[in-house]
């Protein structure tokens, strides 16, 4: 994905008051038979700008598959990581009813006011978390960002529910308080 793009996508929440998929949903109840009908009704019913309202109305027809599918399909071939990545989101959404849970194509991103954690199912045993925990030493198991370049500070590697303990909940509830 293009960084500009994806820059926009992860901003939306923010500049928006909505995630993607919520905006998305939102176009699904309407049917437009133009491209420009739906920007147009996302300009004048929501006040949302235009390059904002392209860029949702443009992925929405790119968004035929729902986001159960999203996750279905990052998890082919690695789906005995599928438990873990149901426990992460169990526990994501005890922090606050101010979560949106937003998969995308490769990851799903957790955002609040901006995207404070990722899961990115990353191998066949392994699933990648990014972390937004700016100023937070790196550790053997808190590792620098890795693949994630600056969209995340910090990185954990796990591959079973054992390694989600109270150590990487902490870490993940510090990443939610600091994301405000």
Request: proline share 3%; net charge positive.
């Amino acid at each position: 994905m293009d960084k500009a793009l994806k820059t926009m996508i992860d901003n939306m929440p923010e500049k928006t008051g909505k995630s993607l998929t919520k905006w998305i949903n939102i176009l699904k109840e309407k049917s437009f038979s133009k491209h420009a009908e739906a920007v147009r009704f996302l300009k004048a019913e929501y006040e949302v700008t235009h390059g904002f309202a392209n860029i949702i109305v443009t992925l929405s027809k790119d968004e035929d598959t729902s986001v159960e599918e999203l996750v279905t399909n990052q998890f082919k071939g690695k789906e005995a990581l599928i438990p873990v990545y149901e426990q992460l989101i169990s526990y994501i959404k005890t922090l606050g009813s101010d979560v949106t849970i937003t998969p995308k194509k490769g990851s799903v991103s957790i955002i609040r006011k901006r995207q404070f954690f990722l899961i990115k199912p990353a191998t066949k045993s392994r699933i990648d978390l990014g972390f937004k925990l700016k100023d937070k030493p790196v550790t053997d198991r808190l590792e620098n960002s890795g693949p994630f370049g600056t969209m995340c500070t910090h990185r954990v590697k796990i591959s079973s529910i054992d390694e989600i303990d109270n150590e990487l909940m902490d870490w993940i509830k510090e990443a939610y308080t600091k994301s405000l």
